[in-house]
């Protein structure tokens, strides 16, 4: 019995079109249209902030007095550095506390991977005003049950006005879903236990592994757990206004009555500080052509 292929399309050496469906015609531009919407929607206020801040309301010319007046600015330098400080102690204290945690985890303690993320979730499910009154509250305790002891001692010195380093600890806690997301989507990537075991039978200890091995590795992961906690830091203004703590955000508000235009300039400059840290990002993980392949 022969099989006859005359009614079937196609048949022969030609093959037949393949259809095209009739729902993805028109897609791509339904795709920038989106694109560009979302852009008209970031741009748009950008826009506006940065014409608000370099129109003159006297001669209705343009002027950059605002953005040339912040680093002379009454305020300025002493909250950005104290604000950049304490980002900066927050980025190691978060580092050094969850490089190893994220290590260990992988190599030793895999059966406790759940547990370490539902414990670093519960930033985001605490509302910061939440805990801001509990840590409020805890250092209430040291004037009315603990003075003239160490502990009220140690409750001061977290609370000294040049260098608060209650906001460093709370901050370091704010960052952990973003810190272990960013070092735990790293590891996820790479063969870490064959590396470290190798480093190790070459006689390296296991700090020298977590220099020369892990963080090359985790390069990429380390630079946006930094920069995401570096941008938290930076932009946090609830936890630091309740305690009573002036900041880089906090004076931006404290400005804002007295001078809008300053106020609004500093922060179109903070987002454009924003922007540049993600280049540098980018930049600093752009591989050589060779080096993925050595």
Do not use: C, K
Not at 20 to 39: D, E, K, N, P, Q
Not at 145 to 172: G, S
Not at 247 to 257: D, K, R, S, V, Y
Not at 259 to 280: E, N
């Amino acid at each position: 019995m022969s099989l006859s292929t005359a009614g079937v399309a196609g048949a022969g050496s030609v093959a037949p079109d393949t259809p095209v469906r009739a729902g993805r015609r028109g897609s791509g531009v339904w795709r920038w249209a989106v694109l560009a919407l979302f852009g008209l929607y970031f741009l748009v206020p950008v826009a506006a902030s940065l014409w608000f801040t370099v129109r003159d309301r006297g001669s209705g010319g343009f002027t950059a007095e605002h953005y040339t007046g912040i680093p002379g600015a009454e305020g300025f330098a002493e909250t950005f550095g104290r604000s950049l400080t304490i980002a900066v102690l927050t980025v190691l204290l978060s580092l050094l506390l969850m490089v190893p945690t994220v290590v260990l985890v992988d190599l030793r303690l895999p059966r406790l991977r759940t547990t370490v993320e539902l414990l670093t979730l519960l930033p985001l499910v605490l509302p910061p005003i939440a805990l801001v009154v509990g840590v409020r509250s805890v250092l209430a305790w040291a004037p009315d049950y603990f003075l003239d002891t160490p502990l009220a001692e140690a409750f001061f010195a977290l609370q000294r006005p040049e260098l608060p380093w209650i906001l460093v600890l709370v901050y370091v806690v704010m960052a952990l879903p973003f810190v272990y997301r960013a070092l735990d989507a790293g590891l996820r990537g790479t063969d870490l236990r064959t590396l470290t075991e190798a480093a190790r039978n070459l006689g390296a200890s296991w700090p020298r592994v977590l220099v020369s091995v892990v963080l090359p590795v985790l390069r990429t992961s380390v630079l946006t757990a930094s920069f995401l906690t570096l941008a938290l830091v930076l932009g946090e203004f609830t936890i630091a206004q309740i305690l009573g703590f002036r900041t880089f955000p906090t004076w931006i508000l404290e400005i804002a009555g007295s001078r809008p235009q300053l106020s609004v300039a500093v922060s179109v400059l903070s987002l454009g500080m924003t922007w540049v840290l993600l280049l540098l990002i980018s930049a600093l993980d752009r591989r050589r052509p060779g080096e993925e392949s050595a």
